[in-house]
């Protein structure tokens, strides 16, 4: 089938919705619920002031920070509790006691300890990435296959030649599957911590929109702006399960 | 020839629900050096148990295993195991899977080293390939030249040709038998396939049912090549077959 007959369906679905909306919209006389091209025109407008990419870049730096903060603690730390048994069994039941915590339920404390500024939603962010990113590479570690792990003490090679050539690249595509979960929840997190604490930011953007006149045209085009925004970070994240070191996970 | 490996009043269990299941009921037997023994058996009798105390991957219950005179107690890059399922590394080229065991080479050294190896099993041309671009019969010629590569005193090979087809496990019996010819290996072959053992072995040691025990030693006393439709190599497979309950 080619790429075009796969995507046909979805579009068209999209397409419906759309119809069923601005039908709704026109048939019902709402005053304040936007048609499509109401939505449309608003997020334009505030793409021409510049006010759409200031938020956007915002969200972006945001989780980019604490996404990037949370892979370099939660690879190392998922490696060593993997590896060292004492480690895991210490940290592994408070790990899995945080972890179903909904990182919303941080916000009083991320305010209280960071203010309202950028610290608070990047803590946040750290907060809610960092968990499933440690659980998924210390499961890696624990799946890599005996056999392997015989073969590497068989020819006695040293400990850096044991992590680099073998631990490291057995437990990467597992890493990266916790990556995908990690940044996939930061931004559910960022939308959710700048509706609440800040100035700017795409959450801010949307409850701002509300508070001030009722402009639901820039709620709707806020809520798609991040699920377009969403969808690329996904789809940055799967380019790196076809990097040619890892496909093998992923081949069958 | 002197003795390299002697096995001694080796006896492995492991713990069950059930209780204690004995595996291996007190296995003795030498390899000289140089020599290729093949051990048979029926399947489920503890020959991969049997391999892995040998190459020291589990410890014995009782009983010890020395090499060259001395107690052997953990694996080591002299001896090298070849399992089953086979253990080249998916994350690896093959080149860089033959690379792996070499330390203390010069780096442009090592790769050289590793193509030599991927020639003599003949995978010229597939260094730079993924283990999951291979096929089977390929990805046993990686193992075996992951093996060599280290120069090892022993191989040891559990069933490394069983999941081949019959034409493919032919062909690398006879390839494995020319690269022996040219460096010359102690062996200890783990297999079910008689006819493997008769093409291969100097010796071939029958193993029980679990828990197992020796139960008959047969030479091989045929020069190389062998040809396994001989009537005596016929009455050699058919002893070996009484010996297995077949």
């Given at each position: 089938?080619?790429?075009?007959?796969?995507?046909?369906?979805?579009?068209?679905?999209?397409?419906?919705?759309?119809?069923?909306?601005?039908?709704?919209?026109?048939?019902?006389?709402?005053?304040?619920?936007?048609?499509?091209?109401?939505?449309?025109?608003?997020?334009?407008e505030?793409?021409?002031?510049?006010?759409?990419?200031?938020?956007i870049?915002?969200?972006?730096?945001?989780?980019?920070?604490?996404?990037?903060?949370?892979?370099?603690i939660?690879?190392?730390?998922?490696?060593?509790?993997?590896?060292?048994?004492?480690?895991?069994?210490?940290?592994?039941?408070l790990?899995q006691?945080?972890?179903?915590?909904?990182?919303?339920?941080?916000?009083?404390?991320?305010?209280?300890?960071?203010?309202?500024?950028?610290?608070?939603?990047?803590?946040?962010?750290?907060?809610?990435?960092?968990?499933?990113?440690?659980?998924?590479?210390?499961?890696?570690?624990?799946?890599?296959?005996?056999?392997?792990?015989?073969?590497?003490e068989?020819f006695?090679?040293?400990?850096?030649?044991?992590?680099?050539?073998?631990i490291?690249?057995?437990?990467?595509?597992?890493i990266i599957?916790?990556?995908?979960i990690?940044?996939?929840?930061?931004?559910?997190v960022?939308?959710?911590?700048?509706?609440?604490?800040?100035?700017?930011?795409?959450?801010?953007?949307?409850?701002?929109?509300?508070?001030?006149?009722?402009?639901?045209?820039?709620?709707?085009g806020?809520?798609?702006?991040?699920?377009?925004?969403?969808?690329?970070?996904?789809?940055?994240?799967?380019?790196l399960?076809?990097?040619?070191?890892?496909?093998?996970?992923?081949?069958? | 020839?002197?003795?390299?490996?002697?096995?001694?009043?080796?006896?492995?269990?492991?713990?069950?629900?059930?209780?204690?299941l004995?595996?291996i009921?007190?296995?003795?037997?030498?390899?000289a050096?140089?020599?290729?023994?093949?051990?048979?058996?029926?399947?489920?009798?503890?020959?991969s148990?049997?391999?892995?105390?040998?190459?020291?991957?589990?410890?014995?219950?009782?009983?010890?295993?020395?090499?060259?005179?001395?107690?052997?107690?953990?694996?080591?890059?002299?001896r090298?195991?070849?399992?089953?399922?086979?253990?080249v590394?998916?994350?690896?080229t093959?080149?860089?899977?033959?690379?792996?065991?070499?330390?203390?080479?010069?780096?442009?050294?090592?790769?050289?080293?590793?193509?030599?190896y991927?020639?003599i099993?003949?995978?010229?041309?597939?260094?730079?390939?993924?283990?999951?671009e291979?096929?089977?019969?390929?990805?046993?010629?990686?193992?075996l030249?992951?093996?060599?590569?280290?120069k090892?005193?022993?191989?040891?090979?559990?069933?490394?040709?069983?999941?081949?087809d019959?034409?493919?496990?032919?062909?690398?019996?006879?390839?494995?038998?020319?690269?022996?010819a040219?460096?010359?290996?102690?062996?200890?072959?783990?297999?079910?396939?008689?006819?493997?053992?008769?093409?291969?072995?100097?010796?071939?040691?029958?193993?029980?049912?679990?828990p197992?025990?020796?139960?008959?030693?047969?030479?091989?006393?045929?020069?190389h090549?062998?040809?396994?439709?001989?009537?005596?190599?016929?009455?050699?497979?058919?002893?070996v077959?009484?010996?297995?309950?077949?």
């Amino acid at each position: 089938m080619s790429k075009l007959q796969l995507v046909l369906p979805s579009l068209a679905v999209i397409a419906v919705l759309l119809t069923v909306w601005w039908l709704a919209v026109v048939l019902t006389g709402s005053a304040i619920f936007p048609t499509p091209w109401q939505v449309v025109t608003g997020t334009l407008e505030l793409a021409r002031e510049g006010t759409l990419w200031d938020d956007i870049g915002a969200s972006l730096m945001r989780v980019a920070t604490g996404f990037l903060l949370a892979v370099s603690i939660a690879v190392p730390l998922g490696l060593w509790m993997g590896w060292v048994k004492g480690a895991f069994s210490t940290l592994n039941p408070l790990f899995q006691m945080l972890r179903p915590i909904s990182p919303i339920a941080w916000i009083p404390i991320a305010i209280l300890w960071f203010g309202v500024g950028n610290e608070s939603p990047i803590f946040l962010i750290f907060i809610s990435s960092v968990f499933p990113m440690v659980v998924q590479t210390t499961a890696g570690v624990h799946t890599i296959e005996r056999r392997y792990l015989r073969a590497a003490e068989n020819f006695g090679v040293s400990r850096y030649t044991l992590f680099r050539r073998v631990i490291i690249p057995a437990v990467l595509p597992q890493i990266i599957v916790g990556m995908r979960i990690g940044l996939g929840v930061a931004w559910l997190v960022v939308v959710a911590a700048e509706m609440i604490a800040l100035r700017s930011g795409l959450g801010y953007l949307i409850i701002d929109s509300r508070n001030a006149g009722n402009r639901y045209d820039l709620v709707i085009g806020g809520m798609v702006i991040i699920g377009i925004i969403g969808l690329s970070l996904d789809g940055m994240m799967r380019l790196l399960e076809g990097l040619r070191t890892v496909r093998w996970r992923y081949a069958h | 020839m002197p003795t390299k490996i002697a096995v001694k009043d080796l006896r492995k269990g492991f713990p069950t629900e059930q209780g204690h299941l004995p595996v291996i009921d007190d296995v003795s037997f030498e390899v000289a050096d140089g020599e290729f023994v093949a051990i048979v058996g029926p399947s489920g009798c503890g020959k991969s148990t049997l391999l892995n105390v040998i190459a020291g991957f589990d410890p014995p219950d009782r009983g010890s295993v020395t090499v060259d005179g001395s107690l052997a107690t953990g694996p080591s890059s002299k001896r090298i195991l070849m399992p089953q399922q086979g253990s080249v590394f998916p994350w690896l080229t093959v080149q860089q899977n033959l690379m792996f065991g070499l330390n203390g080479h010069a780096p442009g050294n090592r790769e050289q080293i590793a193509d030599h190896y991927a020639a003599i099993v003949g995978l010229k041309g597939f260094e730079m390939s993924y283990p999951h671009e291979l096929s089977g019969g390929m990805l046993k010629r990686a193992e075996l030249a992951r093996a060599l590569v280290v120069k090892p005193e022993v191989l040891y090979m559990d069933e490394p040709f069983s999941a081949l087809d019959a034409l493919m496990s032919l062909r690398m019996r006879k390839e494995l038998l020319r690269i022996l010819a040219e460096e010359r290996h102690t062996v200890v072959l783990v297999t079910h396939d008689v006819e493997e053992a008769i093409h291969l072995a100097d010796r071939i040691l029958v193993l029980s049912a679990r828990p197992t025990r020796i139960q008959m030693s047969f030479e091989v006393p045929f020069a190389h090549p062998r040809t396994l439709s001989s009537p005596a190599a016929q009455g050699l497979k058919e002893a070996v077959l009484r010996e297995l309950g077949v």
